[in-house]
């Protein structure tokens, strides 16, 4: 039940109904009213005739047409006040006016032709000096205000300077008779000078020139840099005859253009230097001005609308005209995009029907544009917020958004918005109003909200009733407070109580105050004044002092909870009184919020619970704005808790210097709410640990790039609620962005938040939210834990509050105690709710028993099985038809098969095909066929049909779904040319007998199968052949082979049935017709099954037997096709039948087989079959008797593997022995070693690799061997070999003895090596050390006859010292020649002397010692004796040829012919008989 009253009692507002100041300009923003200010004005004054505001200061001018038929000129200020000393009264009228653009100084030009100068400042007035004697139509400032120009309807021209105090200095500097009337003029903005800032990039860049430009210092730099503003002194005037002049800063003046009627407006945008002319007929046109004012047109346009009324045009943006001309629309002309629109006011906001539009002007500060019509209201649109380019992208109208009028009285002729305030002044002939805007007020306490609506009218709402009434005062309001009992305005000069009185207000007492703030509690009102706050009565009498110290400040914040009084000073000082009994009383001492909070700043507003333990404080920074911090004390612990939006990581404490602890907490887990700043907040009226706050995004961190918010930015504003306790400090409870409808957060009442509205705007998402709609401009919100529960009982509220608390805290059981007597099943079902966003399901499913939601605890239990809590959570947000919360939690687990299926069952089709595409593709076929039965069932044909086709269903789908439009449905099949669908539509036309149709698709569709049956069934059998042949299709070829069969053409049947690979049916036919030549081809086609059957055809009839045998052979039947091979004495098949038969074949038939091959002296085929047969050693007896040679491969036939159970492992070593015996015969040595290594006889494998001679092999198989006889074998082996020339033999013979142990063989090596030395190198040093060896080795030997050991080592002992002995004669010789040759002579002398040293190395070495001392005759004495004991062939090999010639030089005995070498003597034969030949040569003619 609504009530709707309203009571007149006009007033204008002007400030919030937030007792913190430091609060207003923080919700100036988001709830505003236009205040009015009607201008003081003397009683002189009867109509104002002109208006102008000053671009930077708060000083309206107006011109007014005086009581006396005069005129006279005022100054005001912003809010109306009168400067009186700027008052300027003639008896003739004003005919225009122009403030300076920067001084507060006022140009008035009068009909008269006088003009006047009005200096607020300096408190002057000067007249300029008299140039005009006719109306002044033209003054205006230059664009620094050095000049003033001024000009009449007679067309006199004047151009003055001017002084900083507005007295014109000098004669004028332009004087001009331009001969017609002068209408308008307008500067031309001096060209920019230089660009500081490129200017100086490009000297960091290292650009010299730039550099010299800021050193004006410099030599050779010309001028200095100029810095000052540029003079700018050309213009442009109209005429009334059309014409446009430019006149330049030399004073010339130049025609520029000329339009066909009176010019109306005169515009020049500066950015593109073009001039913008607009004519009284409404031509628009813009011409380019170059640097000399020539003009260039670049565009003509008729602007449409209504000609002859008065035009108020403006140029906004750079680009966009607008145009006001008394139509009931706005005309807009956007020159960028060449397109025009227009606005027109809504009747739903206000306006009457044909309300027109008289002026226009716009802020470009705010973004609004204001209009006035002739009913006295001002219509606002404000401009789209945003990017440019978004912006931009705005078509026309839709950049403007239409707000709540301003109504004023009477006919609005002039607009103007002005000063760096942004202040609008509005002239509605009978008077001038100062409009401005303000917060809006609003304020509730005690289920009573008060919303400022407009300036004089507020909206008071009674919750407890639902009734709500329209209030209007007769006061100017700065702030509202509102009680059950009573609503209270002040102003900081007069209080006005209002008494609810059932629907009515009576004024219940009115008084001067000069308190800023005010409180409320039962009848008592709480004022401020300096130390003191004062309790009233409703009519004033104070009652009681509330005394504060010096120390402590001015009282200068009140507010009232509960029963208590919590009091902020100037000092940030606050202190807390109990209002609960007649007189207040301290209930918390003054605290010094600097001592609390250190280095926080001041106080902006101080609020306290409803029990007055709990204080919550908003900090003020050193600039004025709100930090990001909410400070709360604990009354009773004396402790402090700081609430940080920042996302600073962890909840510390911070010591602070008097050791007292700060508890602090910040929004890093609310990513949501980071770099958010509290705007206001709120306690609980009752409910001491409720509180909320309202979070706006802090000025400055809104970027561009943020998605998804509201026109207003309202998705930028959260509401936090949070709980409170001793025991678990501070609990975030909730948090929620500000639905778009609502304005501002008022206040907290359980189970309610209590907003206030847009004006005009519906409710968004009310049934999705739980908001109960109770007035045009509050609405109050459901708690969270509350939604659907209503307004429920106090136990049913205080049970939910506790239930939310500890759920809150994490302490499930306590949550349930406070609940489990509550019987109500919309309370089950909140808390179910709750459980969704808590994602406690342990909670849910006794939310959901007790509820008796059946459907809902089955689901739940069946979601138990998916992995995911997300998805499990979703299922039960379904159930409670929460399916926001259940695209989200299936979004955030990523259960995009999950989210598909959600989409498709609450009809989201769209959403479900982007999830299918994006996500969940393993499932987009099914989605589209769907959607496309969805489609279906809704009628739409036409999409479902392509969702068929998509879902790759469309062959049957859209048949069955087209099979009552046939029309359609044959269109369809033509359009999509597919074969199934052919294939289709040619069955359904031959189920209807249209066979030719039928032929026709079957065709297209090249289902040659049907094609055959169709023409068969018509009787075209030839034709049915055609395209069986060309075809080969085997369905088509047996279908017409059985109409062949049918009708007796054998041989057609035959050959289409062996077309279409029916082999049986083609051999039953020959079998049946005595076709014996093709039954073997098609037998042979055919499968195994049918070559028997034909075999035995052929067996049967006892001819073509070889056709039986090969048939049977085929089939794999060896046994019957040998049988009937030997039956038949078919050789050339037995051989054939051998070569396929293996080791599976029987064993009795592989021997019979291979006994035939022996009877006709095949041997190799008979040992295949042997081996095959696995008769490995008849196998054997085969090779040895009929001398066949062992390949490789039958020696791997022959071999058992270790694993078979064939042979026994003695038996398997005995046949390969055998067989390696066998190889050795054969001279096969490598295969024999091979195969008495697999026999484990390594001694007969090394025997056969060294009959082999593979060096390389034997020294590798004595290596792994690693037996000693093997070694010993081996070293013997490489012994035969050249090993003196080979190191690596050499070492691996050493090896080998050593490994074998065979020390006395490898000393008779090392003898051998000592020999070697001698013999062929005469190095008796290295023989030295191998006898040293072989002595080493013999010594260590241990052998059978250790007499024959010791006659061995004395024999080594006798040679070591006999070389020792020479080799010492030989180094000596050269310190003794005489030792070293007696030495030599007593060698000579030894008994076993030839055993050790060849004579002839000692004899020579004498000889040699001789001739070199020259005692030739002893050295022919060793001569002779060598020549006794050494061969002569080997003389030289001791005695060089000339050590013989000396010798015998010296005895003087010639060379003896024996003593010559044989080869010198065969040389010099040769020689001879070369010398002979060339002798015959030469002689020759």
């Not at 009576?506 to 401020?528: I, K």
């Not at 209807?992 to 055959?1012: H, P, T």
């Not at 004796?1425 to 002569?1432: A, C, D, L, N, S």
């Amino acid at each position: 039940r609504v009530c709707i009253s309203i009571i007149y009692l006009s007033i204008p507002v002007r400030n919030v109904c937030f007792p913190c100041t430091g609060l207003q300009s923080v919700t100036a923003s988001i709830m505003a009213v236009y205040v009015d200010h009607r201008t003081e004005a003397p009683d002189s004054v009867a109509s104002p005739s002109h208006i102008a505001w000053h671009p930077l200061h708060p000083l309206l001018a107006v011109a007014s047409i005086s009581t006396a038929s005069g005129g006279c000129v005022d100054i005001y200020l912003e809010q109306g006040e009168h400067v009186s000393d700027a008052h300027v009264e003639r008896s003739f009228q004003v005919a225009s006016l122009s403030w300076h653009p920067s001084r507060p100084i006022l140009a008035a030009g009068w009909e008269t032709g006088e003009v006047v100068i009005l200096n607020k400042q300096e408190k002057e007035h000067h007249a300029v000096p008299p140039n005009h004697n006719a109306k002044i139509t033209v003054l205006n400032w230059s664009t620094n205000g050095t000049c003033l120009v001024s000009g009449d309807r007679h067309g006199v021209l004047v151009l003055w300077r001017m002084d900083q105090r507005g007295r014109v200095q000098g004669p004028a500097l332009l004087k001009q008779e331009c001969g017609k009337c002068l209408s308008h003029c307008v500067f031309r903005p001096p060209p920019p000078g230089e660009d500081f800032v490129q200017l100086a990039k490009a000297a960091v860049g290292g650009d010299e020139k730039a550099l010299d430009m800021f050193n004006w210092r410099k030599a050779g730099t010309g001028a200095p840099l100029k810095m000052g503003l540029q003079e700018g002194l050309s213009f442009f005037i109209t005429l009334t005859d059309g014409s446009v002049h430019y006149v330049s800063e030399k004073g010339k003046t130049r025609h520029v253009l000329s339009t066909d009627s009176l010019v109306q407006k005169l515009l020049f945008m500066e950015e593109r230097d073009v001039l913008v002319v607009i004519t009284e007929n409404l031509q628009l046109s813009l011409h380019a001005i170059t640097l000399e004012g020539e003009a260039e047109e670049l565009m003509k346009v008729k602007l449409s609308g209504k000609i002859g009324h008065s035009a108020d045009i403006i140029l906004i943006d750079h680009s966009l005209v607008v145009t006001a001309l008394g139509e009931t629309v706005i005309r807009f002309w956007d020159l960028d995009r060449d397109e025009n629109y227009v606005l027109s006011p809504d009747v739903q906001f206000g306006f009457e029907g044909g309300e027109c539009i008289n002026c226009v002007s716009y802020c470009s500060a705010k973004g609004l544009l204001a209009a006035g019509t002739n009913k006295g209201r001002i219509a606002m649109w404000r401009k789209a917020a945003g990017s440019h380019q978004s912006i931009r992208a705005l078509e026309g109208k839709e950049k403007w958004k239409l707000q709540a009028p301003t109504e004023l009285e009477g006919n609005v002729i002039q607009i103007k918005w002005g000063s760096r305030k942004n202040l609008l002044a509005v002239n509605n002939i009978s008077s001038v109003v100062i409009l401005s805007e303000q917060a809006m007020s609003s304020h509730f306490h005690q289920q009573v909200a008060v919303v400022q609506v407009s300036p004089n009218l507020f909206n008071v709402t009674f919750f407890s009733t639902g009734t709500t009434h329209s209030l209007r005062v007769d006061m100017n309001v700065n702030g509202v407070f509102a009680t059950k009992d009573a609503v209270v305005f002040w102003n900081g000069k007069q209080v006005t109580v209002f008494e609810c009185s059932g629907d009515t207000f009576r004024s219940a007492g009115s008084f001067l105050c000069d308190s800023p703030v005010l409180s409320v509690h039962g009848e008592n009102l709480y004022t401020v004044e300096p130390y003191r706050v004062q309790v009233r009565t409703w009519q004033g009498t104070v009652k009681q002092l509330l005394v504060f110290s010096e120390a402590e400040g001015n009282p200068c914040l009140l507010d009232v909870c509960g029963n208590f009084l919590a009091v902020g000073t100037d000092l940030a000082h606050f202190k807390i009184f109990d209002l609960s009994r007649r007189e207040a009383k301290v209930h918390c001492n003054s605290k010094n919020f600097s001592e609390l909070f250190p280095g926080l700043g001041g106080i902006a507003s101080v609020k306290c619970n409803a029990n007055g333990n709990k204080v919550s404080i908003l900090v003020s920074k050193t600039d004025g704005n709100i930090d990001s911090k909410i400070c709360f004390y604990d009354v009773e612990m004396d402790k402090v808790t700081l609430f940080d939006f920042k996302a600073e990581q962890g909840n510390g404490r911070e010591k602070l210097s008097s050791g007292q602890g700060i508890d602090n907490r910040s929004a890093v887990d609310y990513p949501e709410l980071h770099s958010h700043i509290p705007a206001c907040h709120f306690w609980d009226q009752s409910e001491p640990r409720l509180f909320v706050c309202e979070a706006i995004l802090e000025t400055g961190l809104q970027y561009p790039d943020q998605k998804k918010k509201q026109t207003e930015s309202t998705m930028d504003v959260w509401i936090i609620s949070f709980f409170s306790t001793e025991e678990h400090g501070l609990l975030l409870q909730d948090s929620f962005p500000l639905p778009s409808s609502y304005q501002v957060l008022l206040g907290i009442e359980v189970p309610h938040y209590y907003f206030a509205k847009k004006p005009g705007e519906a409710e968004k998402g009310q049934a999705e939210s739980g908001s109960i709609k109770v007035s045009q401009m509050v609405a109050r919100r459901p708690m969270r834990d509350f939604i659907g529960l209503g307004d429920c009982d106090k136990t049913t509220r205080d049970a939910m509050l506790n239930f939310s608390f500890y759920l809150t805290a994490g302490d499930m059981d306590e949550a349930f105690k406070s609940i489990k007597l509550i019987k109500s099943e919309a309370v089950w079902e909140s808390m179910a709710r709750m459980c969704v966003k808590t994602q406690r399901l342990d909670v849910a499913k006794i939310c959901l028993g007790n509820m008796g939601h059946a459907r809902g605890a089955k689901a739940l239990r069946e979601a138990e099985q998916e992995p995911e809590q997300e998805a499990r959570v979703a299922v039960l947000a379904i159930q409670l038809g929460m399916l926001e919360d259940a695209e989200r939690l299936y979004k955030a687990c990523k259960r995009y098969d999950l989210l598909n299926k959600f989409y498709q069952a609450s009809n989201q089709w769209q959403k479900a095909i982007e999830t299918a595409e994006a996500h969940d593709r393993v499932h987009l076929r099914t989605t589209y066929y769907n959607y496309a039965k969805h489609l279906e069932a809704t009628g739409e044909h036409s999409l479902a049909l392509a969702h068929y086709e998509k879902s790759d269903t469309h062959r049957f789908e859209v048949p069955r779904m087209l099979s009552e439009d046939l029309q359609a449905l044959e269109n369809y099949v033509n359009k999509m040319k597919d074969k199934s669908l052919w294939k289709w539509w040619a069955q359904y036309l031959e189920s209807q007998s249209d066979m030719e149709s039928a032929l026709k698709y079957y065709a297209l569709a090249q289902d040659y199968f049907s094609l055959v049956r169709v023409h068969c069934f018509q009787g075209n059998i030839q034709k049915a052949a055609e395209i069986a042949n060309e075809t080969g299709n085997w369905a088509a070829s047996y279908h017409l082979a059985r109409q062949y069969e049918s009708q007796d053409e054998i041989k057609q049947a035959v050959h289409f049935y062996t077309r279409a690979q029916a082999f049986n049916n083609a051999i039953r036919l020959c079998k049946e017709n005595n076709l014996d030549d093709q039954l073997m081809n098609l037998a042979l086609l055919s499968s195994p099954e049918d070559m028997i059957e034909a075999a035995c055809y052929y067996e049967e009839k006892g001819e073509q037997m070889d056709r039986a045998v090969m048939l049977y052979h085929k089939a794999g039947h060896f046994s019957k096709a040998l049988e009937l091979a030997f039956a038949t004495q078919q050789f050339g098949a037995l051989q054939l039948i051998a070569e396929d038969l293996d080791e599976h074949s029987d064993p009795a038939l592989l021997a019979r087989c291979s006994d035939f091959f022996i009877e006709h002296a095949q041997y190799e085929k008979a040992m295949e079959l042997l081996l095959t047969a696995k008769k490995y050693r008849e196998a054997l007896q085969l090779c040895l008797k009929q001398n066949l040679t062992i390949t490789e491969e039958m020696a791997e036939k022959m071999t058992v593997s270790k694993d078979s159970k064939d042979l026994s492992e003695e038996s398997r070593r005995e046949l390969l022995e055998q067989i390696a015996d066998c190889c050795m015969r054969q001279g096969n040595y490598h295969m024999a070693t091979k195969k008495y290594t697999q026999a484990g006889n390594k001694l007969k494998a090394m025997r056969a690799l060294l009959k082999s001679g593979d060096t390389e092999k034997i020294v590798f198989f004595a290596g792994v061997s690693r037996q000693r006889e093997i070694y010993i074998m081996a070293a013997n082996y490489l012994q035969s070999l050249d090993w003196c020339k080979d190191p690596e033999i050499m070492k691996n013979i050493i090896s080998f003895y050593t490994k074998g142990k065979a020390l006395d063989l490898l000393a008779g090596f090392y003898d051998a090596c000592a020999q070697v030395e001698i013999d062929e190198y005469q190095n008796y040093e290295k023989a030295q050390g191998a006898l040293t060896e072989a002595y080493k080795c013999l010594s260590k030997a241990k052998t059978r006859s250790p007499l024959e050991q010791e006659s061995k080592l004395a024999l080594l002992q006798s040679k070591m010292t006999l070389i020792k002995r020479f080799i010492h004669a030989r180094r000596v010789y050269s310190e003794d020649p005489k030792e070293a040759v007696r030495q030599c002579e007593l060698l000579l002398a030894e008994q076993d002397f030839d055993n050790a040293i060849r004579h002839g190395d000692v004899l020579g070495f004498l000889v040699e010692h001789y001739v070199q001392v020259e005692d030739f005759h002893a050295a022919y004495r060793y001569l002779e004796e060598m020549q006794k004991r050494v061969p002569p062939m080997n003389l030289s090999y001791y005695v060089t040829q000339q050590t013989i010639e000396a010798v015998h030089r010296g005895v003087g005995i010639p060379v003896r012919r024996t003593l010559v070498p044989e080869e010198i003597r065969h040389s010099s034969v040769e020689n001879k008989e070369v010398e002979e030949e060339v002798a015959d040569e030469v002689e020759d003619p």
